[in-house]
């Protein structure tokens, strides 16, 4: 065991400069003089900034050297460097033009937002959006935000929150301007004229919960590159809220995804079930019409480069945050839909387990416009397969690989460029041309740029049968994880607290049995739902590990449901069905109690440690100090650290490197390696 706070500290310096891969993406080809071809590729890295304290991104580039569908070289043609206020990027169908969205700090800390528009050469317009005043700030998130260029590379369509009126104090008055200000806007004239609205100045906005905070109203606004006019969308239906937008063949339209926010809004970070719908807006009637049925969820609308068909994720009715997809087909000529990929209730036989992953690539059709590429769970690893969209056929790119996982970070005329890593190997990035179909399985992987392993950490992945007693009483050996099958996750609905409670304690008396681990220092460590494992298993095999660290546990299901942001969640995982209008009963509050870790509390001996973010709107930090105060009462040795700045995912780089530090720590002081944590 390491012991020397020096030592950890200096571990978690060496991980900490290993970047992770945000985007890559695929520039022009280009055709040398002697018939040869090459292109660039462009990458974007996160990487922790520990003096600063902060979160960077960083840029790099490759130069891609090929002939027909053959690589003869790749690697990187410069050196990374840091990327400072760039929210999004993206480069226009042609490559010859690049729009971005940047983030600016004033001498007075105003925060404003530009959209800019690049040459290969120089800026070409910048466009100050705040000053503008036409909306809110421009979503930059995963979820609902998009930039995304119209085929005539003429507009560019991009989501924002929705122009809030004015609000104040009703004894506020009106400040003289400086000269300053008064140049710095050219808007205020029209904006004397707006009606303020006293009486809403406190006036609680509903928003779309974890990681999504001051996100409720988007909007989908469109930009004349060439007039510098900005419009907000008309004709989208007021009960819903739209977002993943893309431009329809030939421009005349927009597609995009619409979320229902009635009759309130749940969180949809990590979400997938949530009620959505695909639609069409007409650009010149305003006039927006379903795509999809509307029975089920939908995400991730991915035009074909023929401009024919749309791929769309659609969801079932399971009811769990997250579960396996089918893969629907639209056919833009016909008008009709049709499902490629089935969702899938177990493994068929040559392995496949579904469709797993929250989001599509934003490239992700091959060049024939007849099958797509795809990075999804497959049990405990992320494969990359491709689908034929006629016959449904899946293919794994990857499943021979001693890699753990793989991601598609982009697809250009079949050449792809992924990122690829493993619990002892940091992302790298490689490259690949797409064979012909029916080939697919020969495809080789070309490394743009090599990483060394890290020597000190070995892995394998093992797999466990339950024991008979163990079984689900409706499946076999489904346990819950995504990766496995849709009856996988069925079957962890109504035993929380039991089933994957007894998993996880039969995989470590398992490990224990192969001597792998040393039965005097088992360490558990479990955040979330993992936290409500966690606390679920030190209570109920008391003394087997000897600390316990969690993040954000929940603790208590029936004082959760009325402080999470999802509390259909809550409902649906404990057995229950879910309605907005419908209120706990006692039995449903009794029910929720009973498997909840802290009913056990008392059995507790384990020393705890304790990581909360007090912003954490998925799981309320009130349910960590339920435990707090019940372990200390109790005079179980017990350690609270508050994060205020933080959130669910404790991913500030200042809150990461205290908590990574305080569990080593933790650790060797409740094995007696020290004498205080």
Known sequence: MITDSEEIAGIYQEISKFPTPLKGCIGPQATLKHGGKYCNIYS?????????????????????????????????????????????????PSGTRKAVLRRHTNNKGEEKQYLEIWSKTSKDRCINLTVLDKHGKVYEDDQFGCLVWSHSETHILYVAEKKRPKVQSFF?????????????????????????????????????????????????????????????????????????????????????????????????????????VLYYVDLKGNECSQISSGVHTVRSPRLSLDQHYLIYLEGSDVGTHHQCHSLSLYNLDKKITSTVVKVVDYPTVDGFTGIYCSDLALNCWARDSQRVVIDTAQRSRKDLIVINIATG???????????G??????????????????????????????????????????????????????WKILTFTPPPEQT???FLNYRGSSGFGQDSIRSLTGNIGIQDVEDVQYAAESLLKEGVVDSQKVLLIGGSHGGFIGCHLISQYPGFYKAFATRNPVINLASKLGTTDIPDHTMVQAGFDFAPDQLPTPSVL???????????????????LILLGEKDKRVNPSQGLELYRALKVRDVPVRLLWYPDDSHSLSKVGTEVDVFMNIALWFNFALGITKAA
């Open 44 to 92: 974007e890295w996160s990487q922790r900034n520990l003096e600063r304290a902060e979160w960077m991104k960083l840029c790099r580039e490759y130069v891609v050297f090929y002939d027909e569908n053959s690589i003869a070289y790749a690697g990187p043609s410069g050196r990374s460097m840091e990327l400072r206020g760039e929210l999004m990027n993206r480069d226009s």
């Open 172 to 276: 506020k008055t009106k400040p003289e301007l400086s000269i300053e200000e008064k140049d710095d806007s050219t808007n205020d004239a029209e904006n004397d004229q707006k009606p303020v609205k006293q009486a809403d100045q406190f006036l609680y906005l509903e928003d779309w919960g974890e990681g999504l905070v001051n996100q409720s109203t988007p909007v989908l606004c469109v930009l004349d590159i060439e007039t510098g006019n900005i419009s907000e969308l008309q004709g989208i239906p007021e009960h819903i809220s739209p977002g993943q937008a893309i431009w329809a063949p030939t421009d005349n339209g927009i597609i995009f995804v619409g979320w229902w926010h009635i009759p309130w809004r749940l969180g949809l970070k990590y979400c997938t079930n949530r009620k959505s």
């Open 393 to 403: 056929i899946v293919t794994s790119l990857t499943t021979d690989s001693e890699v």
């Open 405 to 458: 996982s793989w991601m598609l970070l982009d697809i250009q005329q079949d050449l792809m460029v992924v990122s690829c890593s493993s619990p002892n190997c940091p992302p790298t990035l490689k490259v690949g041309f797409l064979p012909a179909e029916g080939q697919e399985e020969r495809i080789t992987w070309v490394t743009l740029d090599e990483t060394e392993p890290l020597s000190r950490i070995e």
């Open 472 to 474: 689900h009483p409706n």
């Open 590 to 608: 009794t029910a929720l109690l009973s498997k909840s870790p802290i009913i056990n509390a008392s059995r507790v001996t384990t020393p705890v």
